[in-house]
């Protein structure tokens, strides 16, 4: 029995190492992806290894931010540079829609889990678009100032909205997503009914008379670093940013920040495939793919930054940071210490409410 | 004074009319340059021209609805959206017939995203209706009507069938009613419901900020321009090389360093403090704001002031205003009445520059703008990357362009555009 299952896998290995060594793929790829700390992990866990493996010239790219636009542009001048990109999965959901990206098959075009589990499985609900390769889950949630926020850390995200418990500036992203859900959910709107609510103009003016209420203590961010920045200068008492940077803020710099787990909200990272690519640079991607996103790869990314991979059965095989070699588990957003209060990102709601919400939201700020 | 006689055309040695002999030989001439200037021409046309008037046009370009839905929108034209009752059957059968075209070209979703910028919540009407329609037949399948609003209840709703026909024609002016708060609707042009109301707030911020840093630049540039415009060249070229230091810094970093300056617990704030100035509970707010987006804006942009100027002020003969004082005038009218007037086309050529600069800017106001000091372009910004409405963009870039040509146009007519000198 045990015999027969080596053999298959080695066959299966052979058939791989010989599809791979046919001359049918491109030998140099371009992976998009959002750059610095970010970017490293996916090196040291997917491209190095891969690279070495294949013997592909892998070139790298920093334009993940822009990638929506930057892919439109491309197809409509019919030359798409791109091979793989690394995306959200609201962006990867909006480039399916347009017909940018290419629909993925999971439980052909994916490897199985290393337990067995088809892809499809193995993702679960976190396939949330038929062109997206769930890579990491991160969480967009609150760190706070340990030293400045008295004798009572704040442990319940309405503490965001106490301005007499917690006096002091708190910093807010700047868009609706999110911060929406969390005045709602502090104005005693029952979670499961949060979206219900919001998709109504009603819901809305509750939500940003909510926010209204701490508006003047709030300092509204555009870019991920720069919650931590604020809170390392202790120019903001609590702030929302994502749990990697806050990881980094108090792991990395030892700064007296402690992380605020509560509501935090999942939101995923991926690959997509933009769609035109000729043949060989096709496969070549499914072929990167492939390798990168097997159970294996993704817990391997986690001993760079502390995002959970998107696979379950990557969750065991979780180590230590590859530098601090500190344990990675009880940073991850999915360890179910962190993950009593959870929101996941709901994308259809705001495919169809972004625009709309957006525009109420910036003439609310701009008030 | 002879008068002549000859009453014919002047004839040229050869014979020919002496006009066509000169029009020949100036049109080799107008030829060679226009062969001379040909690969410049053809660069701006291809590289700036086209692009530019490619994304304008956007602005008004709606093909997208007819070529996906071009049935449909045949057979809505006769229907009556303010009727109140929903489309007959024909309606619904053009529908299914070109979603079903459609999904296998997969153009439906892309469609739906088009549509749902003019209502919510129609992106994912038709992506998830079309999952569904596709396994429907045109032959057996019918009566459509029936069959849709079984699919999703929203294709028995006006509304849904109202937005397809209101945004159904070939070339719209909804993206510019868009970006001046306004809206196309079945019933005509009205104005944008009031919690969306953010576009002109923008557009006046914008302008009214730009001539702010404007002014700021002109203020603390003039001095500066002066000083190195009078210092010895050896000490000017020092002071010269402060000025442009900033100026090879990156924008970003530049930007950022203003955070460190301006924050609350930031170098300004904790000197003011120190000194007893301002309570250390009662910090100054000059940073994520208006304010923030002036100073930083200010400094950026004030090299593009002082080197126009100190071009101009370099040219200024020492020698009028020695004669003035000569002449009687004290220091401030010798500069006000000599001086100062042979400098203003360098502060016009400068307040040019900064100013049209500046009504562009998008990244400065955005790290430090907080939300009372950010600009149009930072919702441009947001449409052409995050929402994907390019045609809105389009929209409020023309508008915007069209604002600064207006200015230059009122800017020739006061000042006079001859009177603008970069040296």
Redesign the interface.
């Given at each position: 029995m045990k015999f027969t299952k080596t053999l298959m896998a080695t066959t299966a290995l052979t058939m791989v190492a010989g599809v791979s060594g046919a001359a049918d793929m491109a030998d140099e790829m371009t992976i998009v992806s959002w750059g610095g700390a970010y970017s490293k992990s996916q090196l040291k866990a997917y491209h190095e290894p891969y690279a070495e493996k294949s013997g592909v010239n892998i070139i790298n790219d920093d334009s993940s931010a822009e990638a929506v636009a930057k892919l439109r542009a491309m197809n409509e001048a019919g030359n798409v540079t791109w091979d793989v990109v690394d995306v959200v999965a609201a962006d990867a959901m909006r480039l399916c829609d347009e017909g940018l990206a290419m629909e993925i098959d999971a439980d052909t075009q994916l490897a199985d889990g290393d337990n067995g589990m088809k892809a499809s499985e193995d993702f679960g609900e976190l396939l949330v678009s038929d062109c997206f390769i769930p890579q990491i889950v991160y969480s967009t949630t609150f760190g706070y100032r340990t030293d400045l926020v008295g004798d009572t850390p704040p442990s319940k995200i309405c503490d965001v909205f106490d301005l007499e418990a917690y006096p002091g500036k708190r910093s807010l992203e700047k868009r609706p997503i999110n911060n929406m859900e969390w005045a709602l959910l502090c104005d005693g709107v029952a979670k499961e009914d949060v979206y219900e609510v919001l998709a109504t103009p009603e819901g809305q003016d509750k939500a940003l008379a909510k926010l209204d209420t701490i508006k003047d203590s709030v300092v509204w961010w555009s870019a991920g670093a720069d919650t931590p920045q604020l809170l390392a200068d202790g120019e903001v008492i609590m702030g929302s940013t994502y749990n990697g940077r806050l990881f980094s803020v108090i792991e990395e710099q030892k700064q007296p920040v402690a992380m605020l787990w509560d509501a935090q909200v999942f939101d995923l990272d991926g690959w997509i495939i933009p769609a035109g690519l000729s043949d060989e640079r096709k496969a070549r991607a499914l072929d990167y793919i492939m390798f990168a996103t097997d159970t294996q790869r993704l817990a391997d990314q986690a001993k760079y930054i502390a995002y959970g991979p998107a696979r379950k059965s990557s969750a065991p095989l979780v180590s230590k940071h590859a530098d601090l070699g500190i344990d990675m588990a009880p940073h991850m957003p999915t360890d179910p210490d962190n993950a009593k209060n959870t929101f996941l990102y709901n994308y259809e709601f705001w495919a169809d409410y972004r625009d709309d919400i957006d525009a109420k939201f910036q003439a609310w700020l701009a008030k | 004074m002879s008068e002549t006689t000859h009453t014919g055309p002047v004839l040229a040695a050869d014979g020919t009319p002496l006009k066509k002999s000169l029009a020949r030989a100036l049109r080799v001439e107008k030829m060679r340059a226009l062969l001379m200037i040909a690969p410049l021409l053809l660069f701006v046309m291809f590289s700036f021209i086209w692009p530019i008037g490619e994304m304008l046009f956007r602005s008004v370009d709606n093909r997208e609805v007819g070529e996906v839905l071009p049935k449909t929108v045949a057979v809505l034209k006769d229907w009556d959206g303010t009727s109140g009752e929903l489309p007959d059957e024909t309606v619904y059968q053009a529908f299914t017939a070109d979603m079903l075209v459609a999904i296998d070209a997969?153009?439906h979703?892309?469609l739906?995203?088009r549509l749902?910028?003019e209502k919510?919540?129609?992106?994912?009407l038709f992506?998830k209706s079309g999952r569904k329609i596709k396994k429907l037949d045109l032959e057996t399948d019918g009566p459509f009507k029936e069959a849709l609003i079984k699919i999703d209840k929203k294709w028995g709703d006006v509304e849904t069938w109202k937005a397809i026909q209101t945004h159904s024609v070939n070339y719209t002016n909804g993206y510019y009613l868009n970006a001046i708060d306004m809206q196309r609707t079945p019933e005509g042009v009205a104005v944008q419901s009031e919690?969306?109301?953010?576009m002109m707030?923008?557009f006046k911020r914008t302008l009214w900020m730009s001539l702010v840093i404007t002014g700021m630049c002109v203020l603390l540039g003039y001095p500066v321009a002066w000083i190195l415009a009078n210092l010895p060249a050896r000490s000017a070229n020092l002071l010269m090389i402060l000025v442009l230091l900033p100026f090879w810094t990156s924008l970003l970093v530049r930007t950022s360093a203003w955070?460190v300056m301006l924050?609350?617990?930031?170098v300004i704030n904790e000197v003011l403090v120190w000194l007893g100035l301002v309570a250390t509970d009662d910090r100054l707010v000059i940073i994520?704001n208006a304010t923030g987006t002036v100073i930083a804006m200010t400094h950026i942009l004030l090299p593009f002031m002082i080197l126009p100027m100190y071009s101009v002020m370099q040219t200024i003969q020492p020698t009028y205003l020695r004669a003035a004082k000569s002449l009687g005038a004290t220091n401030w009218t010798a500069f006000w009445r000599v001086y100062f007037p042979q400098s203003i086309p360098g502060i016009g050529a400068g307040s040019i520059l900064v100013f049209i600069l500046s009504i562009g800017y998008y990244i400065t106001p955005?790290?430090v703008g907080?939300?009372?000091g950010v600009f149009i372009s930072n919702?441009i910004a947001?449409h052409?990357?995050?929402?994907?409405?390019?045609g809105l963009a389009a929209a409020l870039g023309a508008i915007l362009l069209a604002a600064v040509l207006v200015l230059y146009w009122a800017y020739d007519k006061i000042v006079g555009i001859d009177n603008v000198k970069l040296g």
């Open positions: - | 997969k153009q979703t892309k739906g995203r749902n910028f919510t919540g129609i992106s994912s992506r919690s969306k109301r953010i707030t923008l955070k924050q609350q617990q930031g994520n955005e790290i907080g939300a009372k919702r947001y052409i990357s995050i929402s994907g409405n390019w």
